[in-house]
């Protein structure tokens, strides 16, 4: 049950409780009216399945640069580990020198840090070992090393990109405004509909199960759009991508 709540924060009370507050001010003012509910459609629930579909295809594409970024180290791995020029302490060392690569990559990520500094300078330092063994790596096995190599900086570069660059911040901003102002809409209407001499728990229920479920999937939202710090249900599993995984 503990993964489930993981929707539900500080968002979920303040919507809940404009909601109930939203309700309670128009029954005890008589304040209804009729509206086209359309009108939500419009300012809620369009922008809101666009910013998840969004979400989800960074997501998605993230997984395939992860898949394409482990796929590359272990090739790498490989020629390394096959080099017969290659004594067993620089082959070691070698393995070692990816295992910090890919280690630091996943912590990165899981830490939704914009700093490259350390990661660029542990792929310098992999660079720094293919320059001191030039006699061991020489002719076509350099030019297969380079294109894997630039291989290894373009997933790191495409997943370093999704990591910092979301979906757009002004239109979460305007779907979280409108799921907030929602119940001072919705309240009136639905009291209109049902009637005030009806229950009054029925049109509280309605108001609030409807806000509940638009600030859930604002939630969810949020959680796609960090799809590395293993918070949410559908966050990317990094261990699986590490080269010794």
Known sequence: MKPYLVIINHRTWVALLISILATYVCFTYHVSFDIDLTLISIAIIFPLVFTIRGSFRRREKALEHLSEFRGTIKTLDYFFASNDKLSEEEKIEAHKLLIIISDHLMKQLKANSTQTAELDGNIDQLFDFLQNHKEAI????????????????????????????????SLKAYCLIFIYIFPLIYAPAIINRIGAEHNVWISYFVVIFSQFILVSLYNIQNQLEYPFDDEGLDDIKLNNFKINR
């Open 138 to 169: 020489s002719g076509k096995k350099t030019e297969k090393i380079f294109k894997y190599m630039q291989d290894l900086h373009e997933t790191i570069e495409n997943v370093h990109a999704i990591n910092i660059h979301r979906t757009p911040i």
